[in-house]
């Protein structure tokens, strides 16, 4: 079973990655200024392009999620100040209505409760006036 990576795994791994990436990009702009003499300026210009495309094509996916992270965190931060004040009010009356009682839970169940025990006793209220006149029938 394969092991979790922690977070710090991860950014072992996001750290590693990006020297490489830096330490690939050094090298390969050591290799252009070593031939810089040597080779045509299209030359150098074409692999300087090229070089940035890679790059970019291998960030894309970070890039695209940074984005995306952000775009979203700032449409919920626009979305809780628009509804703040509502938010805010709801809880206000919510509070008002419950009063003293801030746990809602047993109160709900109460008033259950106190229904069931009173659709049961109409429900068998023939039943046990019944059990009371054979018990004192019985009794005499």
């Keep these: ?63 695209s999620n940074f984005i995306k992270k952000k775009a979203g965190a700032r449409k919920q931060n626009i979305l809780a100040k628009k509804y703040f004040d509502e938010f805010k009010n709801f809880t206000d009356r919510f509070d008002e209505f419950m009063g003293a009682r801030h746990d809602i839970i047993p109160y709900l169940l109460q008033k259950l409760l106190m229904e069931l025990i009173r659709e049961n006793i109409k429900k068998y209220q023939f039943y046990l006036l019944n059990l009371s006149t054979i018990s004192q029938l019985i009794s005499r």
């Design 1 to 63: 079973m394969p092991k979790e990576e922690t977070g710090q795994d991860k950014k072992l791994k996001i750290t590693v990655g990006i020297f490489t990436i830096l330490a690939s990009i050094f090298i390969i702009i050591s290799a252009i200024v070593t031939v810089y003499s040597y080779l045509p300026e299209w030359l150098i210009w074409l692999t300087f392009i090229f070089i940035t495309i890679v790059i970019l094509w291998l960030l894309s996916s970070s890039i």
